[in-house]
């Protein structure tokens, strides 16, 4: 199995977390961990699970997170912001 592990971290708390997901699931398969803006969106097509963390403010995500997962929403306006 393939795994791809994308996060954003204000602090480097979410990259801690990442990296531990990262090492835990290695044991089963192929492992990618990446910032947000290191990831190469064409990688999303040959994953088989993708992990994604994000610090929050006001309960939501970062916009480089929701750019990568939902490009179309956060582009037509669609998802709340």
Do not use: C, Q, W
Not at 8 to 25: L, P, Q, R, W, Y
Not at 29 to 37: D, H, L, M, N, P
């Amino acid at each position: 199995m393939k795994f791809l592990i994308v996060y954003d971290s204000n602090f480097g708390n979410t990259e801690k977390v990442a990296g531990a997901i990262g090492e835990a699931v290695t044991p089963l398969g192929e492992v990618k961990v990446f910032r947000v803006s290191k990831v190469n969106p064409s990688e999303l097509a040959s994953i088989d699970f993708l992990i994604v963390g994000s610090p929050t403010h006001a309960g939501r995500d970062t916009e480089p997170l929701k750019i990568l997962v939902n490009p179309k929403d956060v582009i037509n306006g669609t998802k709340e912001r």
